[in-house]
């Protein structure tokens, strides 16, 4: 085994066997949710055309100090960046630039629209864990590049919408908003600082600057007391006059008539701005009143700033991601692997030559790895919740049988081996 060099700082102290803090080990007997989770997100995904893309884990740190924006809690205090060859290099806080800048390196922009992407896999986020909330968490996301009307803005939720009922989680709300576009921000900037003016000295250091800088990020504000003033009604009837234009207003229009059209339950919350600073028009959040205080198990919106900010050609675009954890902590367990037949045998070779056979079939099949006695096998079967124990002692091999016991009635019946693989239709 390799040492680590005297110099290095994991020779100092000897590190104890513990993940770092804001981690999870995901176990065997969560990961049936964890598979079923990403099983149903491809099956749903193609349904809707959309094709998998993997991009890096660790991008330049520009990317999102330039795409995520740099008046955001991620890339003020939340990204994992370190430097090598003199480069800035930073963990994945999300998942949307990555997925921008990978599909304009590759020439993709050229590809006929609209383009619907999806990824799954770890983020990073350097946060003050809690339940759930880690440091390292997943996501599984969606975008849609090059459609700019507001049918794009309903598909993609109408996707997570059928994503969750899919899944069979109950109890979710969706709340949507419209923050405009740059341009009809100055009419907010103007009212809310005059609005709020008179409360600046009460607010927090992270409000106080975004008063100057972005005050449309003053309501993403997590400081108990700005945000209930944020829900104060002189607040809220600001709001509620909408500063945007009538573009603006038009589209999101259309989103909220299409949505109620599908038949899809939704509340405006005027206060919904969202932590990344590269959204315009149509926000949402989908939110679990079983998560505790993080609620939102996904969030997304339309992005047609991102390109530019990115440097790359005017580009709309619209997604969302969900977060894995969180997900998983809503959906009933899926942790018991199906098993249609535990091999019962004193017979090594004949049993795993029989497993070879039923797999071959497109069933699953186990061999007992214990060696114990046949009574001790047979009740490690119904330990492993198997369909059918298939019995192969040594009289079975010489006449060529096996005894087949269903597990669910106990009804045990001898066949002739052909007949037996025979009757296997495959699969469940
Ligand atoms: P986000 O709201 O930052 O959006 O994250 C999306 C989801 O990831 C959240 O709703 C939550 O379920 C999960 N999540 C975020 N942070 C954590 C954490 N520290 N621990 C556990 N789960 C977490 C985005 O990331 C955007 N890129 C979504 C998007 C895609 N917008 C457009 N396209």
């Not at 990317?63 to 939340?78: A, C, M, Q």
């Not at 002739?416 to 296997?424: D, G, K, T």
Request: hydrophobic letters at 35%.
């Amino acid at each position: 085994m390799s040492q680590a060099p005297a110099s290095s700082p994991s020779s100092k102290k000897a590190q104890p066997l513990q993940r770092p803090k804001g981690t999870q080990d995901v176990l065997p007997g969560e990961m049936g949710k964890w598979h079923h989770i990403e099983a149903t997100a491809r099956r749903l995904f193609g349904q809707y055309g959309y094709s998998e893309i993997r991009t890096p884990v660790f991008e330049y740190t520009s990317l999102y100090e330039r795409g995520v924006g740099e008046e955001t809690d991620i890339v003020n205090k939340e990204m994992y960046t370190f430097e090598k060859g003199e480069r800035l290099l930073t963990l994945r806080p999300e998942g949307t630039a990555g997925v921008v800048r990978g599909f304009v390196e590759n020439g993709m922009s050229r590809m006929p629209k609209p383009v619907k992407l999806y990824y799954m896999g770890p983020m990073f986020r350097y946060e003050r864990p809690q339940a759930g909330r880690q440091r390292q968490f997943h996501q599984i996301g969606v975008e849609i590049f090059g459609i700019e009307g507001p049918m794009a803005d309903v598909e993609t939720i109408l996707t997570a919408m059928r994503f969750f009922e899919a899944l069979g989680v109950p109890n979710l709300a969706l709340e949507i908003n419209n923050i405009g576009d740059p341009s009809c921000r100055e009419r907010f900037r103007e009212g809310f600082r005059k609005l709020m003016k008179p409360h600046l000295d009460s607010l927090c250091e992270n409000c106080r600057r975004r008063y100057d800088t972005n005050p449309m990020r003053m309501l993403d504000c997590k400081v108990p007391t700005d945000k209930a003033l944020y829900q104060q009604p002189e607040v809220q009837q600001f709001l509620a006059e909408d500063f945007t234009s009538d573009e603006c207003k038009a589209h999101f229009q259309a989103v909220q008539d299409a949505l109620t059209g599908l038949g899809i339950p939704f509340t405006r919350n005027p206060n919904l701005v969202r932590g990344l600073d590269y959204y315009n028009r149509t926000v949402f959040e989908i939110t679990s009143n079983h998560l505790g205080a993080q609620n939102a198990v996904c969030g997304g919106g339309r992005y047609d700033i991102l390109f530019e900010k990115l440097g790359a050609a005017t580009m709309p675009g619209i997604g969302w991601a969900l977060g894995v954890e969180r997900l998983v902590s809503l959906i009933e367990d899926q942790s018991i692997q199906p098993l249609d037949y535990y091999i019962v045998s004193d017979q090594p070779a004949a049993a795993f030559g029989l497993q070879q056979e039923l797999h071959g079939k497109g069933v699953s099949a186990e061999v007992d790895l214990t060696g114990k006695g046949f009574g001790k096998q047979l009740a490690a079967a119904g330990k492993r919740q198997a369909r059918f124990a298939v019995i192969l002692g040594e009289s079975e091999i010489q006449e060529n049988q096996v005894t087949v016991k269903n597990l669910e009635n106990g009804e045990q019946e001898s066949h002739s081996r052909e007949v037996f693989l025979a009757q296997i239709s495959g699969g469940r």
